[in-house]
C-alpha cells in the first residue's frame, strides 16, 4: 500500500472517559471566553472588557495546568518552568499569533521558540551535569586568547537521536533542533533525519477527519529507526493524528523506537492527551497549551496556519517538494543550517 489512512473514529478510541469528560468541561469554559472575544472585537478596545477576557483566560490556563498533571508525559514550559521564565515564552508566543507578525519575522520568533524547547527537553535536566568548553578566540594580544564556558552536558540524551520530519511546517522546526543537538554535543552530532509525507484532509471536519501517509513521498530507512531516540518538531498539535498515524505505521513494519518525543510551540488539550494515550512511550513537550479545537480541527486561540506561515503558500495544483521548501528559505537559513540541510539531501537521494 502506497498511502496509509486513520480516520479521526480511531484517534477519539485513545481518549478515557476522564479525558473527554476533562475535554468537555474546558470546552464549555472556553465558550463563555469566544463570547468575551466577540464583545471585544465588537466594541473595540475596552479595559473592562480586556480584564474579563485576562480572568477567564487564568482560569482556563489553571484548568490546563491541572489537567498537565495529571498526565506525565504532557510537559508545558510555561507549567513546569520557574515564573521567572515564563516572560519570553509568553511574548514569543504573543508575537507567533499575532497576524502583523510577517513571514520573516515569523520564522525568528520560531526559532527562538524551538531554542527554548530544546532547552526544556536536553538542557534543563542535564544542568547538575557540565562539561567545559574551550573556545579560542580572536584576540591574540598579548597572545591568542582561549575562553572556557561550561554547559550541559546532553550528550547521553542526544546521541541515539533522530529527527522525524512530518512536512510541511515541520521542517525547519526539525532542522532547528538538530543545530541545536549539533552545537550542544562534544563531536557536533549531526541527526540523521527520516521524513514523512503526511497529510490532513481539509475538507473534513475535525469529527471525520482522514490522515493520509503517502509512502511514495516519504524518505526514511527504517533500520535507521529502530531502537532510536525519535525527536518530531511540528509547531502546532491539535489532534495528534498525523503523530499517532506514523508511529502506528512505523510499528506495524517492525521499527520499535527507544522512545518519542513530540515538541511542539502550540499543543491542544485534546493532542496532548490522544498522543500520551496511543503512543505510551511518547512523551509531548510544548511551550504553550492551547484549550480546544474548532470544528475544522484548529487550535483556539491558535495562530492559524503554520505551515503556509513558515513556508508561504504554494502557487499552482503541485506541493513543493523537501528540496524546494528549503532552497525557498533563502540563502541565511541555508547556510546557517547547511549541515543539516546536506543530511536531508542524503536522505531524499538515499
Request: aromatic fraction near 8%.
Amino acid at each position: 500500500m502506497d498511502r496509509i489512512t486513520l480516520h479521526a473514529s480511531d484517534l477519539d478510541g485513545y481518549l478515557t472517559a476522564a479525558d473527554r469528560k476533562e475535554i468537555e468541561e474546558i470546552t464549555a469554559m472556553y465558550s463563555g471566553y469566544l463570547d468575551l472575544c466577540a464583545a471585544l472585537e465588537k466594541n473595540g478596545k475596552d479595559k473592562s472588557a480586556e480584564r474579563a477576557l485576562a480572568e477567564t483566560a487564568g482560569a482556563i490556563g489553571r484548568r490546563l495546568e491541572a489537567a498537565a498533571a495529571g498526565n506525565p508525559g504532557i510537559h508545558v514550559y510555561s507549567f513546569e518552568t520557574p515564573q521567572e521564565m515564563h516572560g519570553a515564552a509568553s511574548r514569543i508566543t504573543a508575537k507567533l499569533r499575532s497576524p502583523d507578525t510577517g513571514h520573516e519575522e515569523f520564522l525568528y520568533y520560531i526559532q527562538r521558540a524551538y531554542e527554548l524547547m530544546f532547552d526544556h527537553c536536553f538542557s534543563d535536566p542535564c544542568l547538575k551535569r557540565k562539561r567545559a568548553i574551550v573556545q579560542k578566540t580572536p584576540v591574540t594580544s598579548p597572545v591568542r586568547n582561549y575562553a572556557v564556558h561550561w554547559i550541559p552536558d546532553v550528550d547521553d540524551l542526544v546521541r541515539n537521536t533522530v529527527m522525524c520530519v512530518m512536512l510541511r511546517g515541520a521542517l525547519l522546526p526539525s532542522m532547528i533542533i538538530s543545530k541545536e543537538i549539533e552545537d550542544h554535543s562534544s563531536d557536533g552530532f549531526i541527526t540523521p533525519f527520516a521524513l514523512f509525507r503526511i497529510k490532513r484532509d481539509e475538507s473534513r471536519s475535525e469529527k471525520d477527519m482522514d490522515y493520509v501517509l503517502d509512502l511514495r513521498k516519504s524518505f526514511f530507512d527504517p533500520a535507521v529507526l529502530d531502537g532510536k531516540d525519535l525527536v518530531f518538531a511540528d509547531p502546532m498539535n491539535a489532534t495528534g493524528g498525523s503523530l499517532i498515524t506514523i508511529v502506528n505505521y512505523l510499528r506495524k513494519i517492525g521499527v520499535k523506537p527507544r522512545s518519542i518525543k513530540f515538541i511542539n510551540v502550540i499543543s491542544a488539550l485534546k493532542g496532548s492527551l490522544r498522543v500520551t494515550r496511543a503512543i505510551p512511550e511518547a512523551e509531548v513537550y510544548t511551550l504553550w497549551m492551547d484549550p480546544v479545537l474548532n470544528d475544522d480541527a484548529y487550535i483556539l486561540p491558535g495562530l492559524g496556519d503554520a505551515g503556509d506561515r513558515l513556508n508561504g503558500r504554494d502557487e499552482g495544483p503541485e506541493p513543493r517538494n523537501m528540496i524546494q521548501l528549503i532552497a525557498d528559505y533563502g540563502k541565511g537559513i541555508v547556510n546557517l543550517y547547511r549541515k543539516q540541510v546536506i543530511e536531508i539531501e542524503k536522505t531524499v537521494l538515499a
